[in-house]
């Protein structure tokens, strides 16, 4: 009796077994019809990083797989300040936008399983297919762009734990002359130092370049032992020009360029000034004329800052424009020509005429003695011409002599 008992249990347990496997195994297969398994999203490539020129378009891109029911979120690195969410732009800021590329969708051929089980109660549902979502690109642009938009960039996924790239963007930035940090005009005296200093930013950092103005060459100053008072460079570069012992013929307006590869080049002018006092020198020390010709008078002037010139004769009389005298002045630089010409010369022009020159450094004069001379055969005298010997056996600088003949 007991053993027939116990038989009776291990063959009910058996069947227990057989009943609860097969309802797992189909349940099994009800849960497994028309369905395709995947990892979730995932980038399929890099967010690469930009750089672009101020005021250009920078435009990021983030591509995804099986994205599916999850979101995608723009979002700035430093501060998570929130740019985008999925396909629309929250932040306000008309210059960024986001942009998104829809691939076409496509099937897995996971999903297209069908299900073998032959009852017709584990055939529900059976060969449904399950359609993916397709890839697609999330585009950040930033038009304009802007110093402040330097910086890093995310793209994030709202799986769990969420997962995301970066990109990062840097600007690069035309030159900019640092005014305060840079010289402005100069005036020094003749034999002082003179440094002209060129501050700029950009980036990247800017290269500075020197030339003068005139489109003539830099005089720099030899070193001492050399021969040659100066030597020319077209162009000088660094930010500090020094120009030691400055000197009358270095004066003149300078150029500091400062250019980085990123348009536009900037430039600044930058006067410098040498200061002397006058000299003067009389080109005709001696002239003879005979009455009733012109006779013209000339004296060279050089001197910074610009002097006030005018004639005496004998030697306190002030000569002014009029009938009897023309009064000229050409002007080039720190040059003067000055020049006196006396209509229709008579026995009361005979005597000594100073050409004056004076500045806030100093005063000059130039003489040159007129005498009468005999007129032969000559109807217009406009300068005479000798050699005259001075006390120690050299000439004073010749004199220029024009005659017109009958």
Known sequence: MSLLFNIFLKKFSFLIKIGSSSTILNVREKCNCGLSYHNGPEFIGPVQNLTVAIGREATFSCSISNIGKYKVGWLRASDKMIISLHTRTVIQNERIVVKYDHADN?????????????????????????????NGTWHLIIRNTKESDKGCYMCQINTSPMISQIGCLDILVSPDILNNETSADLSVVEGENA???CKAVGKPPPRILWKREDGQPILLRTPSYSSVQFHEVPSYNDSRL?????????????????????????SKRVTLSVNFSPSVQAMNQLLGAPVGTDVILECSVEAHPNTVNYWLKNPNKMLLEGPKYTIKEKREGYKVDMILIIRQFKEDDIGSYSCISSNSLGKVEGVSRLYKIDDINSNKISHASHHYPASDGEFIKEIECYVEHF
């Open 106 to 134: 496509f099937k897995s051929s996971s999903s297209q399983e069908q299900c073998t089980h032959k009852s017709s109660s584990s055939s529900s549902g059976c060969g449904d297919e399950v359609e993916e979502t397709s």
């Open 242 to 266: 020094v120009l030691q012992r400055a000197d009358r013929k270095q004066m003149g307006t300078y150029l500091c360029i400062a250019s980085n590869d990123v348009h536009p080049a900037v």
């Open 195 to 197: 440094t002209l200093v």
